[in-house]
T-cell receptor, first 117, second 116 residues
């Protein structure tokens, strides 16, 4: 069964500094997608970045980049130049192929990031 | 337009009440989801609809009844809930389930449900 692990329940970062949020995953499937979501206190889950298992380059979206190490099964999120508005819960998620698990999107436990001024 | 709209935003209901949560998207997505989320926990998948047919039911109690009237709408009917069902209920949609390409799910703001 697929599994997502986020080992950092909470993290602090100084404003304008970079921060890395860890995510490891376990799957027997060769084809899968990895996603990061941000959830502010308002509750909405906001999609940040996507990495496909066959993508050779690390994904980037503005200040967000994904450090994808396939052999280690890790997909860490890097946020550069942190802003106060980045304070939120961050979830790593994975979707396997629809032929295995029906294409379900499964989430890790989350990391609560607090940005200090 | 990348919006998923959920109504109501807040709901308080008694254990004998019947209520419904509504979700709407106009992105042409053919997969829609219900998730349940407790405070400080990840969302837990409840149901998945693919092309308006129920494709996944994660062994959810029958007091939760999903319905997909058309490709844009998803309902969750609630009946005889328990206080432990109090949670944030999130609806999401994605293009489809046909692959693991960039089929990210877009989420609504959720309905905060309190069962008294």
């Amino acid at each position: 069964a697929q599994k997502i692990t986020q080992t950092q329940p909470g993290m602090f970062v100084q404003e304008k500094e970079a921060v890395t949020l860890d995510c490891t995953y376990d799957t027997s499937d060769q084809s899968y997608g990895l996603f990061w979501y941000k959830q502010p206190s308002s509750g909405e889950m906001i999609f940040l970045i996507y990495q496909g298992s066959y993508d050779e380059q690390n994904a980037t979206e503005g200040r967000y980049s994904l450090n994808f190490q396939k052999a280690r099964k890790s997909a860490n999120l890097v946020i550069s130049a942190s802003q106060l508005g980045d304070s939120a819960m961050y979830f790593c998620a994975m979707r396997e192929s629809p032929y295995n698990q029906g294409g379900k999107l499964i989430f890790g436990q989350g990391t609560e990031l607090s940005v200090k001024p | 337009d990348t919006e998923v709209t959920q109504t109501p935003k807040h709901l308080v209901m008694g254990m004998t009440n019947k209520k419904s949560l509504k979700c709407e998207q106009h992105m042409g997505h053919r997969a829609m989801y219900w998730y349940k989320q407790k405070a400080k926990k990840p969302p837990e998948l409840m149901f998945v609809y693919s092309y308006e047919k129920l494709s996944i039911n994660e062994s959810v109690p029958s007091r939760f009844s999903p319905e997909c009237p058309n490709s844009s709408l998803l309902n969750l009917h609630l009946h005889a809930l328990q206080p432990e069902d109090s949670a944030l209920y999130l609806c999401a949609s994605s293009q489809d389930l046909s692959g693991t390409g960039r089929t990210e799910a877009f989420f609504g703001q959720g309905t905060r449900l309190t069962v008294v």
